[in-house]
C-alpha cells in the first residue's frame, strides 16, 4: 500500500519537476531526465498532467523538439488516455498525427494536431 502511494508521489514529483522548466536547455534535460525514462510507467492521470504541463510553459512548448518529445509521450499515452480525450482543450501540445491500424488493413486518423505556422501572416522572404 505505501509503496503504490509513493510511486503516485514520485511520478507527480517528476511531473511537477517537468512542468517548472525555465529555459529550452531545462526542459531538455528535465525530459530526459524525468519524464523519458518514466514514460513507461506514467497513468492516464500523469499524461493529463504531463499534457497539461506542457500546454502552460512556453519553455517547454516553444522548445524547437518538443513536437518529437511530444510523440514520444504519446507513444506510452495514447492507450491509456480516454477514447474521447480532447487534444483541442491544449492548443500548445502539438504532436504528429497519430495513426492507428484498423481491422481492415487501412490506417485510421485518430487525432491531429495541425502546425499553424502559417497563420495567414505575410512573411517578408
Known sequence: MFRARGSTCFRKFLIQHYSKSSSFLGTK???ICAI???LGTFDDKDFIAIIEAINKNDQIYC???QREMNDEILEYGRDKLPGDFDFS???????TELQIDSNDGDDETVQSQSDDTDNGIDWPF
Do not use: L, N, Q
Open 29 to 31: 534535460h528535465r525530459y
Open 89 to 95: 482543450v491544449y492548443p500548445h501540445f502539438r504532436y
Open 36 to 38: 523519458k525514462p518514466y
Open 63 to 65: 522548445y524547437a523538439k
